[in-house]
């Protein structure tokens, strides 16, 4: 299947700053890009989405000033997670689309990134 | 809110065949079905997708009923590996702008040896 690929994988930063999350395609130009969080023992929440060359839509409930996305080319959306507090702490997921051959998208997932706010 | 209804756990044995059942009355014309696999502190690996009948690829089976209404994800001889989360999400694959989609709770398989 196609590559999704985050980086950093985990990151630690203090409470009051800001980390940025990379997710890139690697064989493949995504015009659409999905970011998600997971918490502990539950199931992936869509933040928001992430459209090249426009802004992002965001989900109910998520703060757009707080989780800044960037899509700057087909193959690169951020997610920067602006002034982080404890309870930011979370698992972040990015996913991407790619068309197959009949016209058929498939979702690839980046590896996830392992946010812990101190 | 999510359009799928899944068993919230299962129990099998090593080398015995798993089938998850998925609910999805309200599937739209068209939706496809994908199924994910995750397992912790991993992002969702792709395991199979379809829109009507059965699809198989080298990892696992997916039957969908005519209605499509429901679909059942088929993992042959399961090994302690297979230990994981199963989703099963429906979503307009045809949609060239690409189509987010909402996780449900997922299955929770637990494989014994």
């Known amino acids: 299947g196609a590559v999704v690929s985050q980086h950093p994988s985990w990151v630690i930063c203090k409470s009051g700053t800001s980390v940025k999350i990379e997710c890139r395609s690697l064989d493949f130009q995504a015009t659409t890009m999905f970011w998600y969080r997971q918490f502990p023992k539950q199931s992936l929440m869509l933040m928001a989405t992430?459209?090249?060359?426009?802004?992002?839509?965001?989900e109910q409930g998520v703060e757009k000033d707080k989780f800044l996305i960037n899509h700057a080319s087909l193959t690169l959306s951020t997610l920067t997670v602006t002034s982080a507090h404890p309870e930011d702490s979370s698992f972040y997921i990015c996913s991407a689309s790619t068309v197959s051959t009949g016209s058929v998208i498939f979702a690839f997932f980046g590896q996830g990134t392992r946010l812990t706010v101190v | 809110l999510a359009k799928t209804t899944q068993p919230i756990s299962m129990d099998s044995y090593e080398g015995q065949e798993v089938n998850i059942t998925c609910s999805h009355n309200n599937i739209a014309t068209n939706d496809y079905i994908t199924w994910y696999q995750q397992f912790p502190s991993q992002g969702p690996r792709f395991i199979i997708q379809g829109y009507k009948t059965k699809v198989t690829n080298e990892v696992a089976s997916l039957f969908i009923p005519a209605d499509r209404k429901s679909s059942t994800l088929s993992l042959p001889r399961v090994s302690l590996s297979d230990t994981a989360v199963y989703y099963c999400?429906?979503?307009?694959?045809?949609?060239?702008?690409?189509?987010?989609?909402?996780f449900g709770k997922g299955t929770t398989l637990s494989v014994s040896s």
């Open positions: 992430s459209n090249e060359g426009s802004k992002a839509t965001y």
């Open positions: 999400l429906v979503g307009d694959m045809a949609n060239q702008a690409g189509t987010a989609l909402i």
